[in-house]
């Protein structure tokens, strides 16, 4: 069989990112074309080594996996994505598939789990489990029961989730924490918030989130 899946790989975690490439590229149809340990190397090598599909860190030190996920369905549509990140955290999912995400894969899934899923991404078709898919029904549910703000048009779920975080007084660090993201991609989450709204300040956003009701209700 000719090898004709083309993998592309981004992982800050070196020793995750070069075993991956090690044993995806030992499989008969996968070719490993290259491999990153930040988003901004990644989207510069993408579009040099044209990969089939790219398996991608939520959590990467410059931007986090929804960010590349955004960028590379702008400027590499052709690209299928799958997103390695952590359970029960519905906003995440969503946000990953608002980018443009082919799949999402808990990082304590098995190989023969993400071998197939790299199969069934190439194919064109999506995945996620059958548990995240429970949530994400259960969260669309929630947000069809609810007012829609005309907010959220301009911003992404992880911004809302971001402005809930800074709401509760957390500060960046703690923020990247609470989400599994390094505290430079909270940074910019701050800026393209103020940037998309126009505002100044930290306050100024956590406002205007209470006004256009993207507040959680806090119990």
């Given at each position: 069989m000719n090898k004709s899946i083309r993998i592309y790989i981004v992982d800050d975690n070196r020793l995750l990112r070069e075993g991956l490439v090690s044993m995806l590229d030992y499989i008969t149809d996968f070719t490993v074309v290259g491999s990153a340990e930040t988003g901004t190397e990644a989207l510069k090598n993408i579009k040099d080594t044209h990969p089939d599909v790219?398996?991608?860190?939520?959590?990467?030190?410059?931007?986090?996996?929804?960010?590349?996920?955004?960028?590379?369905?702008?400027?590499?549509?052709?690209?299928?994505?799958?997103?390695?990140?952590?359970?029960?955290?519905?906003?995440?999912?969503?946000?990953?598939?608002?980018a443009g995400a082919s799949g999402y894969m808990l990082k304590e899934a098995?190989?023969?789990?993400?071998?197939?899923?790299?199969?069934?991404?190439?194919?064109?078709?999506?995945?996620?489990?059958?548990?995240?898919?429970?949530?994400?029904?259960?969260?669309?549910?929630?947000?069809?029961?609810?007012?829609?703000?005309?907010?959220?048009?301009?911003?992404t779920v992880r911004e809302v989730e971001i402005i809930n975080k800074v709401a509760l007084g957390l500060s960046n660090k703690e923020v990247a924490t609470a989400c599994f993201i390094e505290v430079q991609t909270v940074k910019n989450h701050i800026h393209n918030i103020l940037d998309k709204l126009q505002l100044h300040n930290r306050l100024e956003a956590v406002q205007y989130a209470r006004e256009k009701n993207l507040l959680k209700t806090q119990h």
């Amino acid at each position: 069989m000719n090898k004709s899946i083309r993998i592309y790989i981004v992982d800050d975690n070196r020793l995750l990112r070069e075993g991956l490439v090690s044993m995806l590229d030992y499989i008969t149809d996968f070719t490993v074309v290259g491999s990153a340990e930040t988003g901004t190397e990644a989207l510069k090598n993408i579009k040099d080594t044209h990969p089939d599909v790219a398996i991608i860190d939520i959590g990467l030190p410059d931007k986090d996996g929804i960010e590349v996920t955004q960028a590379l369905y702008q400027s590499c549509p052709g690209v299928k994505v799958i997103i390695l990140g952590m359970p029960d955290l519905t906003e995440e999912i969503m946000a990953c598939i608002e980018a443009g995400a082919s799949g999402y894969m808990l990082k304590e899934a098995s190989f023969p789990r993400l071998v197939e899923t790299i199969r069934s991404a190439h194919r064109g078709e999506s995945f996620c489990s059958p548990q995240m898919a429970n949530s994400l029904f259960s969260r669309i549910a929630e947000l069809s029961e609810g007012q829609v703000s005309p907010a959220t048009n301009q911003l992404t779920v992880r911004e809302v989730e971001i402005i809930n975080k800074v709401a509760l007084g957390l500060s960046n660090k703690e923020v990247a924490t609470a989400c599994f993201i390094e505290v430079q991609t909270v940074k910019n989450h701050i800026h393209n918030i103020l940037d998309k709204l126009q505002l100044h300040n930290r306050l100024e956003a956590v406002q205007y989130a209470r006004e256009k009701n993207l507040l959680k209700t806090q119990h």
